[in-house]
């Protein structure tokens, strides 16, 4: 094929999704952290997923028109970072289809450039070793090697080699992977969808294998032993760094009285007064997220430029089970349009506030009501709600102000964006909870009575008082931090980041973790036992750790939650 129309565009987007869809428990279990709770796979693979059901009954013959509603499904399905960077690596790809009907296979190769440039926008510090690196060095060889008899299979084809081939050197880019010995699961779930597409391009469809008794097979995963991947992180660490100043600035015009706006000049101001930034553009709406010491400057520098839509400064100091069995899920936009008309019909009167969690467990989902929750989100560390979720919790909420706990670092991105796009009548903020018990704690300082920046400020403030922690079992041998890490023994982690110890006893890993973040000015110990502890162990491990800890108050309970055997709270 010499160029491409919207049809064949279609089935190419349509098989990379699903050659994604088929491996992505491989790149689940493929981990920096050995938990059960590798998400890069399945972040990708429902993101994926909500693009392909955006244009799986559109028979449009127009690139541009597939590119666009693929991307736009994209956006709202997108899940934690990897799944945010798919989209927005697409979102650059829908942009270079922009005006064309169909498109020679130069065009199609600049279009994954204006992705990788799109892609790279959206981090304001890219972490090199990550899909990043795959998407930029991929897509520049892609242009570099095209020559006059290149065929759209064949520029396919030299893209899927350089993906993976930058793929393999991320562990000399980035020293976890090479500490461990892996590569990014992120940059091979890349590989995965462009292996999809070249495969469709060459005549060989991609449907889903439903059929789990039948073995599917990708260039990949060379082999079972071979598959060391790791999810790397994408963004710097977020903590300890001033105010998180969000803001979101419509741009306004010389004779309201602002000044020009020049990009490159406010980025630059931006990266000079502040740390993490991430700044994107739509038309005369720019997103703004940084951490400044001045949060002040900031928005004084901004309003020269235009009027605030929303500002947000936080002090530092059912679509999953339809996706698992293989169903057609809906239009994204129907599904929005009916969930509006029935929460308009169902609302018998708008609330003040209302407060919306993300829980994982009968009896954490118990624990979030009794403290005032009105919509649960189901969802966690192994199954990220995406931001159609948070759009519908929102709405069905009824209230003017809804406040979102996702007690989750790698679920925060989906509910901003949800907070983003939610139509008029409704202001929802994020209240950036990263663990089960700083949303637990955070609920607690929520008062019917207060108003609503009052009770913003003190349900954020007290996710600093929190110190969190984790058991979980491993699923695979390997060494971290000096650390030697046990198939199936059980690892004690401090805030999902720091092993501190893995034992064969997830009672004496319990013990380990608890010792270490308790200090001199703990007065409270939270322990939320999971679905595959025995509750009668509820007394035993009260009185051993009343007896080592007589003057802390302790609280155990049962939570029901998956994967994780304990969750741990310090106050």
Same mark, same amino acid.
């Given at each position: ?337 009916? $969930?509006?008309?029935?929460?308009? %019909?169902?609302?018998? !009167?708008?609330? *003040?506030? +209302? @407060?919306?969690? #993300?829980? /994982? =467990? ?84 929520? $008062?019917?009575?207060?108003?609503? %920046?009052?009770?913003? !400020?003190?349900? *954020?403030? +007290? @996710?600093?008082? #929190?110190? /969190? =922690? ?102």
């Amino acid at each position: 094929m010499k160029s491409i129309d919207g049809s064949i565009l279609k089935q190419l987007f349509l098989s990379g999704a699903n050659n994604l869809y088929n491996h992505y428990p491989e790149i689940d279990q493929l981990n920096v952290f050995p938990v059960p709770d590798g998400d890069t796979g399945m972040n990708m693979n429902l993101t994926l997923t909500s693009g392909s059901k955006e244009i799986a009954n559109r028979n449009d013959g127009s690139v541009e028109t597939i590119a666009t509603s693929f991307s736009r499904g994209l956006l709202m399905g997108a899940r934690g970072n990897s799944g945010v960077i798919t989209s927005q690596i697409f979102r650059g790809f829908a942009d270079g289809m922009k005006g064309h009907e169909s498109v020679d296979v130069r065009t199609f190769a600049a279009a994954f450039e204006k992705g990788r440039e799109v892609a790279y926008k959206a981090v304001m510090k890219p972490v090199e070793g990550t899909i990043l690196t795959v998407i930029r060095e991929a897509s520049a060889a892609l242009l570099e090697q095209l020559k006059k008899d290149t065929s759209i299979e064949g520029a396919l084809d030299i893209l899927l080699r350089e993906a993976k081939r930058s793929l393999a050197h991320t562990p000399e880019l980035l020293p976890i992977l090479k500490e461990v010995g892996v590569v990014d699961s992120g940059g091979a779930g890349l590989c995965v969808i462009i292996e999809g597409m070249a495969k469709a391009a060459h005549g060989h469809f991609v449907e889903r294998n439903v059929d789990e008794t039948r073995e599917v097979t990708s260039s990949v995963f060379p082999s079972p032993s071979a598959g060391k991947y790791a999810g790397a992180m994408v963004s710097e660490d977020e903590e300890g760094f001033g105010y998180c100043t969000q803001f979101i600035l419509r741009l306004g015009k010389p004779e309201d009285g602002k000044k020009p706006f020049m990009e490159e000049r406010f980025r630059s101001f931006l990266d000079a007064h502040g740390k993490s930034v991430v700044m994107v553009r739509d038309e005369d709406i720019v997103k703004v997220h940084v951490h400044t010491l001045l949060p002040g400057s900031m928005l004084n520098y901004a309003q020269n430029f235009g009027e605030f839509l929303t500002i947000v400064i936080e002090n530092m100091s059912e679509e999953h089970r339809n996706i698992e069995h293989g169903n057609v899920a809906t239009d994204m936009e129907s599904n929005i349009a009916r $969930s509006r008309l029935e929460a308009k %019909e169902k609302a018998a !009167e708008t609330k *003040k506030i +209302a @407060l919306v969690s #993300v829980s /994982s =467990g009968p009896g954490l989902d118990e624990m979030f009501r009794e403290l005032g929750v009105d919509v649960i989100v189901p969802g966690g560390q192994t199954m990220n709600p995406s931001t159609e979720d948070f759009v519908k919790a929102i709405e069905s909420a009824h209230a003017k102000t809804v406040f979102i706990l996702p007690n989750n670092s790698n679920i925060v991105m989906a509910a901003s964006q949800a907070c983003d796009v939610i139509g008029e009548g409704c202001s929802a903020k994020v209240v950036p909870s990263k663990t089960i018990l700083q949303g637990l704690v955070s609920a607690m300082q929520f $008062s019917p009575d207060s108003d609503e %920046e009052a009770n913003y !400020e003190a349900m *954020k403030m +007290a @996710l600093r008082d #929190v110190r /969190s =922690g984790s058991i979980t079992y491993a699923i695979k041998d390997t060494d971290i931090d000096g650390i030697h890490i046990t198939k199936d023994y059980y690892m004690a982690m401090k805030d999902d980041k720091e092993i501190v110890t893995c034992e064969k006893d997830k009672l004496q890993a319990l013990y380990a973790l608890v010792d270490s973040l308790v200090d001199e000015d703990s007065s409270l110990l939270t322990i939320i036992m999971g679905e595959d502890v025995d509750t009668a162990l509820q007394g035993e491990i009260e009185k051993c750790l009343s007896k080592k800890h007589p003057d802390i108050d302790i609280d155990v309970r049962s939570g029901g939650q998956p994967v994780y055997s304990f969750l741990v709270g310090v106050e």
